[in-house]
């Protein structure tokens, strides 16, 4: 029985044997790189520091990796100077490939005018602690812009939602939000907008007040909302009065209208009393002449 149990005991000692060894071949095999991957290396720039938004890449930003050819990212560059003297636009990483996606065309200017795409425009507004969130906007959020005024063709101020969704590209003079995050205090506040925004929101700064109320960067979604005037607010709805109901005087169609003889002024009377009588007598026109006689005086 000793036998056996030797006998048992050795064949399965050689089969754990032989099947850890054919797993280990197989996990070197798909560890280990092949021979031609490793004489396949490219040239790649990455970043030799952090690259903040708004830089510009100089020598000292930069450093040159090596890489296998399978794994060079898509739009990594592998010349220095293709990146030297670009703007960059999206913050990068430390020993970060750097691709084209995270850089502005040479020559399109310094700080904030290279993050403005192309057909889009930066308009500035004036914020205080109030409109501007108590500093709490910052780079790279989402705003409304509400505004507040007395149109010509409404009776009573009236705060309507001009513009939504809109990017904020920086907070002051910070195009980016600092290390902490931190709320920045800013005087002013720049968006994004397309031309057509950007009349809309210099319209609404000069001529209303206006109020920057954040939303979150995830939601996408455009309200149509009606406005609300003052009498609303004091639950005094469906009051509001537009002066443009009323035509001008100028405009205002002429009704014909029946002519008449307007009344004559009544005529003059005098109380004549004779002795013991009272009358009323009109005088007037060169004739004098009695209405009437009272009794006699009592």
Do not use: C
């Not at 850089?103 to 205080?128: D, E, F, K, Y």
């Not at 109320?213 to 979604?221: E, M």
């Not at 004559?264 to 007037?284: N, T």
């Amino acid at each position: 029985m000793d036998r056996r149990f030797w006998a048992v005991l050795g064949v399965s000692l050689l089969f754990a044997l032989v099947i850890s060894s054919v797993f280990y071949r197989m996990m070197a095999r798909a560890g280990s790189p092949k021979i031609g991957e490793i004489a396949d290396l490219r040239d790649v720039i990455v970043a030799a520091r952090p690259l903040s938004v708004g830089i510009t890449i100089k020598p000292a930003d930069i450093k040159l990796a090596k890489m296998p050819a399978a794994a060079f990212p898509r739009g990594a560059f592998a010349k220095a100077e293709e990146v030297l003297d670009r703007p960059v636009i999206s913050n990068v990483l430390m020993d970060e490939p750097i691709r084209e996606g995270r850089l502005a065309a040479r020559g399109s200017g310094i700080g904030l005018a290279p993050m403005i795409p192309v057909g889009m425009r930066a308009v500035t507004v004036r914020v205080n602690d109030v409109t501007g969130i108590s500093g709490f906007v910052l780079p790279g959020m989402r705003v409304d812009v509400l505004v507040t005024g007395r149109p010509p063709m409404l009776d009573g101020t009236i705060t309507v939602t001009g513009l939504q969704n809109m990017l904020v590209l920086s907070a002051g003079t910070a195009i980016q939000a600092d290390a902490r995050g931190q709320a920045i205090p800013a005087a002013t506040v720049t968006l994004l907008t397309t031309p057509e925004q950007a009349e809309t929101l210099t319209l609404a700064n000069n001529e209303g007040r206006i109020q920057l109320i954040l939303r979150n960067g995830s939601d996408q979604a455009i309200e149509s909302t009606p406005g609300r005037d003052v009498s609303e607010l004091y639950g005094m709805g469906g009051m509001r009065r537009k002066v443009a109901d009323t035509p001008a005087p100028s405009h205002r169609p002429l009704l014909a209208v029946a002519s008449r003889a307007a009344p004559p002024p009544p005529p003059d009377q005098v109380i004549v009393i004779r002795g013991m009588q009272k009358s009323v007598e009109i005088v007037g026109a060169g004739e004098s002449r009695t209405i009437r006689n009272q009794d006699n005086i009592r």
